[in-house]
């Protein structure tokens, strides 16, 4: 089966899978056999680790996979949300990389979507720290909100 993915867990470990968080009590491997929405547990952002633009929207997105009767809801603020990281960055690659993922969420694939975002998270904290930051990045690296 091409759509076949197996992902081996350690014992305690968390997955979540379409919304049920599933623990592992001892070392095991899961095959999922088709298309399914998961999230392992070292990629889960908890509220307190959101202090950045991206990691902002990475929780919004991540909201979408382990809470199913929310989902809905951080759609709708994905949808609010995106525009105005547009407008914040002015950085060709984070710039292209959103508008990907914006297709990535469109069509469903908000794991990959959520892949994407963690790999901008390096570029962003350089821009953060960097001396040409834009005011509403530098306003955010002070202490601001997204």
Request: glycine content about 4%; overall charge neutral; hydrophobic content about 45%.
């Amino acid at each position: 089966m091409k759509n076949t993915l197996k992902i081996s867990l350690k014992a305690n470990e968390k997955i979540y899978i379409n919304g049920a968080v599933v623990r592992i009590d001892r070392k095991a491997s899961l095959e999922l056999l088709n298309d399914a929405q998961f999230l392992l547990e070292s990629h889960v952002l908890q509220p307190d680790q959101a202090s950045t633009p991206l990691r902002q929207l990475y929780f919004i997105l991540q909201v979408m996979l382990v809470d199913p009767q929310g989902a809905v809801e951080a759609r709708d603020m994905f949808r609010r949300s995106l525009p105005l990281l547009l407008a914040t960055f002015d950085n060709a690659e984070i710039l292209s990389s959103l508008k990907h993922i914006d297709r990535l969420v469109a069509e469903d694939h908000v794991y990959e979507a959520l892949k994407t975002l963690r790999s901008l998270y390096p570029l962003e904290q350089r821009i953060m720290t960097g001396n040409d930051q834009q005011p509403i990045v530098r306003a955010i690296a002070a202490g601001g909100s997204f």
